[in-house]
């Protein structure tokens, strides 16, 4: 499975930007897609997930301003990322998580600038 991300950039305090996760298989397959995030000298740490069930799960740090969804025709997964703040800086991973096996994109660099 091969997962690239796109839509990162550098944005001020206060905007949004909108992540995308396209996989080369269908994410109706059973596994929990996710995006997560690592900063400078920090360990990589959950954003949002949604399972094959349609559960979603968000950080404390982002309920209310992330919101993840998916396009299944296009195998596509998004972060709607709003009223963006500084410490949300960190290169920002998607994930698709199977049962015995896990894939992972090669990340996008969001910078949030105060």
């Known amino acids: 499975v091969q997962l690239v991300e796109s839509g990162g950039g550098l944005v001020q305090a206060g905007g949004s930007l909108r992540l995308s996760c396209v996989s080369s298989?269908?994410?109706?397959?059973?596994?929990?897609m996710g995006w997560y995030r690592q900063a400078p000298e920090k360990q990589r740490e959950l954003v949002a997930d949604?399972?094959?069930?349609?559960?979603?799960n968000y950080a404390d740090s982002v309920k209310g301003r992330f919101t993840i969804s998916s396009d299944n025709a296009k195998n596509t997964v998004y972060l709607q990322m709003n009223s963006l703040k500084p410490e949300d800086t960190a290169v920002y991973y998607c994930?698709?998580?199977?049962?015995?096996?896990?894939?992972w994109g090669q990340g996008t660099q969001v910078t949030v600038s105060s």
């Open positions: 298989e269908s994410i109706l397959s059973g596994q929990t």
């Open positions: 949604c399972s094959s069930g349609g559960r979603t």
């Open positions: 994930a698709a998580k199977y049962i015995r096996k896990e894939f």
